[in-house]
């Protein structure tokens, strides 16, 4: 069995349509019957354009959105099974990094806090002990950040810094699974490299699983094993990320990569 397998799954929205009388009822089928398995230790690539139903994918596997049918099963765990107070508990076992750390950070929370509190969800002993602020400093320093800062508030660091947090956040429970919504779409390109860098170091540092969603296929080129296609609810392509890349076989993935921009020399006259 695969570390995380999604099975026939689903999530389906109901919708008003026709007026504001009308009592017809239409479904959005955001994600309809996808299958996949992911291994231990990989790095999956969701890509695909806004719309296409990836982030309420990453929802549905967080067990934010309920499934409207099919299973996620998590390192043989059937996560939705079970309830909301186990699903609570589990999820300390797979955490989220979203694509804007901004508004993802509490702005009336320091570093500190907002670090301490995740640890502490793991390890509620360390609230009153000293070592906590120990701990605190080890993790910024994964994530390169100095913890000299810690008593900031988000609204004191750059864009890049806030996603460094972030990350440092989603890790501080010790998940095992870690889904990255679009973490660098709102950087810029210098950044999104360091980023980029930092979540593959931790991969292979802490033994992790990703799944790292992004509308760029050139970014996850970049950073995935595998990566699998998503349009209109559905995986349309799936392969190892240099053979999607370079030999794609699905019309739509072709239009992805013909969209990727590139830069051509200029003949001077």
């Known amino acids: 069995m695969s570390f995380l397998e999604l099975k026939d799954l689903k999530t389906h929205f109901p919708v008003k349509g026709g007026g504001l009388i009308s009592k017809t009822v239409e479904t959005i089928k955001a994600v309809d019957g ?120 988000p609204h004191e660091f750059s864009g890049g810094q806030r996603q460094r947090i972030a990350i440092a956040r989603a890790l501080a429970p010790e998940p095992k699974l870690v889904i990255a919504d679009e973490p660098v779409s709102a950087l810029d390109v210098s950044i999104q490299s360091q980023i980029l860098n930092l979540l593959i170091d931790l991969r292979d540092k802490l033994d992790l699983t990703m799944i790292f969603i992004s509308h760029d296929l050139s ?31 699905h019309d739509y993935t072709k239009k992805l990569l013909a969209a990727i921009p590139h830069l051509k020399a200029q003949a001077t006259t």
Do not use: W
């Open 34 to 153: 996808v299958s996949l398995s992911i291994e231990k230790g990989e790095i999956l690539g969701l890509v695909g354009e806004s719309g296409c139903g990836k982030s309420t994918l990453s929802r549905t596997v967080m067990q934010l959105q309920p499934a409207t049918g099919g299973q996620v099963i998590l390192d043989g765990e059937e996560l939705t099974a079970l309830q909301k107070d186990e699903v609570r508990q589990r999820r300390l076992d797979f955490q989220m990094i979203f694509q804007d750390p901004y508004a993802s950070l509490n702005p009336r929370m320091t570093i500190f806090s907002t670090l301490a509190e995740a640890i502490c969800q793991r390890h509620p002993n360390l609230k009153k002990d000293p070592s906590l602020s120990d701990k605190v400093t080890e993790l910024m320093a994964t994530v390169g950040l100095d913890s000299k800062h810690m008593r900031k508030y």
């Open 219 to 249: 970014v996850v080129r970049y950073i995935a094993d595998n990566i699998a296609v998503m349009f209109s609810g559905k995986i349309v392509e799936y392969g190892e990320a240099d053979e999607v890349f370079l030999s794609p076989k």
